[in-house]
């Protein structure tokens, strides 16, 4: 193994893992000397009944200060402002954040409001403008891709100034994050497959990257062991509890992994292409994860091969001559594509063009490609990509992704 | 009780002439390329009226400081942030990390991901500095320097860079 001449890696968050795990919460507030959370959530978790679920577990022996269920699906400054009011309201002094990005991010945002004594988040956006720890903060994930339960990033917007803050701080990973089947069983299939892809496709970026680090390794390794052998399965048979239980340690291994290594051109494509035509970003990654292994294949050609072994187990793996390696890794993530596709009855997209908005018009007319090409020279997930694109790379990208062809290795700038 | 001696960091003075120079330099290669290669004022042209960076080691300096002026022309605008107002703030943690990038030991996307650089500011106002400062690192140095600075080094025509090389050196070292 190439050891880097230096990394930083650091996650401090307690992975609380099982079918029955939401029961831990009261003890876990206790440790953490709360005895009053607000639970912060959404509709759609608390329609699918998620948070009685969670009530259920820890009833008798907690007094639930508040629940919050109207965090919107993009995070909202005035939401923050005024859930941090109403946590102060109930006289809280814990949160437990039931739901996806959204919901993680919403919970992180009053955290920093409540905690710091403030009336406005904005006044704390950047790095290093945390100086203290905060209240305490249990996350509880209900899909298994984004990895937000174990990073220390939340993004808020603000709708009326149009600005998309990031907030960076050790101090905002939650203290525990709990990983309980139940969570996941009723997700559709289709989301099912777009965040499990969006998992996967951070822990391979985190491994091939150029923050690459034994630490991430060895958790990126692990998640991608357990999405290729649970992924597809639990698309198929939503209601397997073991499936379920695996995707979601899988998506907090490869957050783990990403939120020290960072992530490359797939997510800023991905990024991009999220902001021009409003496509969820787990479709992103799944069509794109392909294109970032093909373009970067030159620069780290016996890094990707090592993705096999995880992939395709050892026979596979001591079966196929090296040079072949990379060549099976991305007809693998190709074929899961497709598999997806399969198991989901077709709402799985494997590429652009099939990808389709909730009237049921295409989501990324290809008269939109340069717009998301120009967007993507403005993300700075592009610096750890190993590879160098430009406006060019990026339009030549996006137009193979979204015709579903293989990139023409000729045409990639070495 | 006991009295210990209060320790100083060592200053270590040649390196940080030697980083000083290395920024006094590229900010005045900056000024010339936006002049002299079509990118390169592209890039400026796409940031916002009066844009300022500064590029700077933590925690008192050096730095340099690089702007657009009132008619939209880059500047390199010395050592001093202080009255000037900056828009990006780019700040390497440390001397050690300046001196690995500016002998070129590490490029500026290999110091990003070690995190060696804080970027205070806009993130695509960083990209479009990044990506200035790899082409003028292109124009300053010998390609087989140069292609351990940036990830790909350019497929440029070589009269073009020559000439464009040239003209760079010669607005960096004299003002011209």
Not at chain 1, 192 to 200: H, N
Not at chain 1, 371 to 387: K, Q, V
Request: aromatic residues 8%; charged residues 25%; neutral net charge.
């Amino acid at each position: 193994m190439d050891l880097p001449g230096y990394y930083e890696y650091y996650c401090g968050v307690k992975i609380i893992a099982g079918h029955d795990a939401l029961e831990r919460i009261p003890v876990i507030l206790q440790d953490l000397h709360a005895c009053r959370p607000m639970i912060v959530t959404d509709k759609g978790v608390a329609g699918a009944g998620l948070v009685d679920i969670v009530l259920g577990a820890v009833k008798d022996q907690l007094t639930i200060g508040a629940v919050a269920d109207d965090v919107p699906p993009d995070s909202d400054l005035r939401v923050v402002n005024r859930l941090a009011a109403l946590y102060r309201e109930q006289d809280c002094d814990a949160l437990i954040a039931v739901g996806g990005g959204s919901v993680m991010d919403t919970a992180k945002g009053i955290n920093i409001v409540v905690s710091e004594g403030a009336d406005d988040l904005m006044k704390f956006s950047g790095a290093g403008a945390l100086k203290r720890p905060l209240k305490p903060l249990v996350a509880v994930p209900t899909t298994a891709g984004t990895g937000s339960e174990v990073t220390l990033v939340a993004v808020v917007k603000d709708h009326e100034r149009h600005l998309k803050m990031a907030f960076v701080s050790y101090f905002l990973l939650p203290d525990v994050s709990i990983l309980d089947s139940r969570m996941t069983l009723s997700l559709p299939a289709a989301i099912t497959a777009a965040t499990g892809m969006d998992a996967l496709t951070h822990a391979i970026e985190a491994y091939y990257g150029l923050s690459k680090n034994p630490l991430s390794d060895a958790t990126a390794l692990a998640a991608i062991r357990l999405i290729s052998r649970n992924l597809v399965e639990v698309t198929r048979n939503p209601s397997d509890r073991e499936a379920r239980l695996a995707m979601a340690n899988a998506a907090a291994l490869a957050g783990m992994a990403f939120s020290n290594s960072m992530v490359g051109m797939v997510h800023t494509l991905g990024h991009a292409t999220g902001s021009v035509c409003g496509v969820p970003h787990g479709v992103c990654m799944a069509i794109l994860l392909p294109y970032g292994l093909e373009y970067n294949r030159h620069k780290r050609e016996a890094i990707m091969g090592e993705l096999l072994f995880p992939m395709g187990g050892s026979d596979v793996f001591a079966g196929t001559h090296k040079e072949q390696r990379t060549d099976r890794v991305i007809a693998y993530v190709r074929q899961m594509n497709q598999d997806l596709h399969d198991a989901s009855g077709g709402r799985h997209a494997r590429f652009f063009k099939e990808v389709l908005d909730r009237e049921g018009k295409p989501a990324v007319p290809r008269g939109r490609l340069p717009d998301i090409a120009r967007t993507a020279l403005g993300d700075g997930s592009i610096f750890y990509n190993p590879e160098d694109l430009d406006y060019d790379d990026f339009l030549m990208v996006l137009e193979a992704a979204w015709e579903g062809v293989a990139l023409d290795s000729g045409r990639i700038r070495k | 009780m006991n009295h210990y001696k209060e320790m100083q960091p060592g200053s270590k003075p040649i390196k940080r002439a030697y980083v000083a120079l290395m920024l006094w330099f590229v900010g005045r290669a900056i000024e010339a390329a936006a002049r002299v290669d079509g990118v390169v004022k592209a890039e400026f042209d796409g940031l916002s009226p009066g844009f300022t960076f500064s590029l700077g080691v933590m925690p008192q300096g050096p730095t340099m400081i690089v702007g657009k002026d009132d008619q939209g022309l880059v500047r390199y605008r010395g050592w001093d942030p202080e009255g000037q107002k900056i828009d990006l703030k780019m700040k390497i943690k440390n001397l050690e990390g300046a001196i690995l990038m500016f002998t070129f030991q590490e490029s500026t996307a290999l110091a990003t991901a070690r995190n060696r650089l804080i970027v205070d500011g806009e993130v695509p106002a960083a990209c479009a500095i990044v990506r200035v400062l790899d082409i003028v690192e292109v124009y300053l140095l010998p390609k087989l320097i140069a292609k351990l600075a940036v990830k790909r080094y350019p497929d440029w025509f070589f009269g073009e860079k020559i000439r464009n090389r040239i003209r760079i050196y010669a607005g960096a070292v004299f003002g011209l």
